[in-house]
């Protein structure tokens, strides 16, 4: 579960994790964009922003072989909608979904990577994303740990009085059940955050410490990155045309 | 309402939303610096009565609530919640942000108090609970124990007067509880003390309360409340006596 939310990498002390969250975000938001936009005919521009990533999480000191198998999680997603182009006849569209899909999951896990979490919801409040919209992703993330061990925990126990999978109760209604629980569970949890958070003063607002300000060097290295994005582009329009 | 009280419950009665009496009848004082362990079968009232202190129960209550001199009303509600801190059972409700600074943080930033003063208070409390060391960690990367300390530690940064503990020894080792029994004592807090813990209870109440049936059944000093209530190992259950 950690290692799956990036939190080994993100906590790391690089020039590029210090940089402000705002900066990375804005960063792979223009790649994605890039990305987006990059058809058939400039096809070439994906090894240019793969370089571009690797060469990103290198300077991290991100572990590049992790990286790469992260990125593969949206593979079942994909792959079948790249299967029926292939089967429709089209296996460059097939092949241009892959890539562009396993890019933008490559810019997604070089972003959480060198940014932990609590930074990049912080930088999406400072770009003026609604808090509510905030506070639910801050509590999601920081309550899915215990989540998922109390499921691991109810999943353990099915296994102890069910070993053999036998019986009249099928394994879809174990399940169910298990789900209905661990609801149940995380409303009486809700419930008791509130009571917490109202027990110390909450308003409503999450309130925050104030913080140093982005450094110049910062938005040298947005710049940098939107340059080299448009020019991989730009550049491989040219060659390819 | 006596002069050293800082709170002074008076016939508090409570129903749950469908209908389920909690509270029938609660009389109880706490006054300047004790410690009252409240004790009692799960289900007898003791945690429904905490949230009450605090103003947190839903729905409506009957009897009176007052607060170091304020009743419980939901104008009053702000001051009563910084007159008075709680630390909950079970410490991962109560750590809900990213950081522990940003969590012993929470409580001040909400009192409206200045960076520099929330900082202060945020060493000053981390101090109090020996957690200094971990200001920068997730708080769910801790050990129970060390949940416990940081949880105690916002509770501190509110600086209340008076400090709810429900089940603070729950789910520690022995070298954490002591070692948070140890924090606990040297605290000048009014505390109300909620547990099934006779260890915890005979080493920092200075008196106990046996709540049954959501009422008051048994009050005095611990070992004669442990007694009454066949809590020693000797004595019937059934011999609590009626007050």
């Known amino acids: 579960m950690r290692s799956l939310a990036f939190e080994d990498w993100s906590g790391g002390g690089s020039r ?17 964009l890039c990305l987006a936009t990059t058809d058939r005919e400039s096809a070439t521009a994906f090894a240019g922003y793969f370089a571009l990533l690797t060469t990103y999480l290198a300077a991290a000191g991100i572990p590049l072989g992790g990286s790469l198998l992260r990125s593969l999680i949206v ?26 899909s396993l890019l933008s999951a490559y ?12 930074a990049l919801l912080r930088g999406l409040e400072r770009m003026l994303v609604p808090p509510f919209l905030l506070m639910v992703l801050h509590f999601v993330y920081r ?3 215990l989540l998922s061990s109390q499921a691991q925990s109810m999943a353990r126990a099915r296994k102890c009085r069910a ?14 059940g298990a789900i209905a629980v661990l609801f149940a569970r995380s409303y009486g949890r809700a419930e008791r955050i509130h009571h917490a958070m109202l027990a110390r003063g909450f308003q409503g607002r999450f309130p925050v410490l104030a913080e140093t300000g982005t450094q110049r060097g910062d938005w040298f290295g947005l710049a940098a990155t939107v340059m080299l994005a448009v020019a991989i582009q730009i550049t491989a329009r040219f060659w390819m045309g | 309402m006596s002069t050293s009280a800082i709170i002074q419950v008076t016939n508090l009665r409570y129903s749950y939303p469908d209908g389920t009496a909690a509270l029938n009848g609660v009389d109880f004082q706490l006054d300047l610096g004790e410690t009252v362990a409240v004790l009692g079968a799960n289900g007898s009232g003791k945690t429904t009565f905490l949230l009450h202190l605090l103003g947190l129960a839903e729905g409506k209550n009957e009897g009176e609530i007052v607060v170091c001199g304020m009743p419980v009303r939901k104008k009053n509600l702000a001051q009563v919640r910084q007159k008075i801190g709680m630390l909950f059972q079970d ?7 990213p ?17 520099d003063e929330v900082r202060k208070r945020v060493k000053e409390s981390l101090g109090q609970v020996a957690m200094e060391h971990v200001a920068s960690r997730p708080p769910y990367h801790l050990s129970a124990g060390e949940k416990r300390r940081v949880a ?73 409340v442990i007694e009454a209530a066949g809590w020693d190992g000797v004595s019937r259950p059934s011999a609590v006596a009626a007050r």
């Open chain 1, 16 to 32: 590029i994790h210090g940089l402000d969250a705002r900066v990375k975000l804005l960063g792979a938001l223009t790649v994605l």
């Open chain 1, 75 to 100: 593979l079942p997603f994909v792959a079948g909608i790249a299967i029926l182009n292939l089967w429709g006849g089209d296996p460059s569209l097939a092949i241009l979904i892959l890539l562009r």
């Open chain 1, 107 to 118: 810019t997604a896990v070089a972003l959480l990577a060198t940014t932990p979490f609590p």
């Open chain 1, 143 to 145: 309550y899915l740990f």
């Open chain 1, 163 to 176: 070993p053999l999978r036998r019986g009249r109760t099928p394994l879809w209604k174990a399940s169910a």
């Open chain 2, 91 to 97: 410490s991962d409700d109560q750590l809900f942000m």
């Open chain 2, 99 to 115: 950081s522990v600074e940003e969590d012993v943080a929470f409580g001040p930033l909400n009192l409206g108090l200045s960076p």
């Open chain 2, 152 to 224: 105690l530690a916002g509770v501190l940064a509110m600086s209340p007067e008076i400090i709810l503990l429900d089940e603070p020894s729950t789910f520690l080792d022995p070298p954490a509880k002591s070692s948070l029994i140890e924090i606990l004592q040297s605290l000048s807090q009014a505390k109300i003390l909620v547990t099934h813990d006779l260890i915890l209870a005979r080493r920092l109440a200075s008196r106990a309360v046996y709540f049954e049936h959501g009422k008051i059944t048994a009050e005095g000093d611990v070992e004669e």
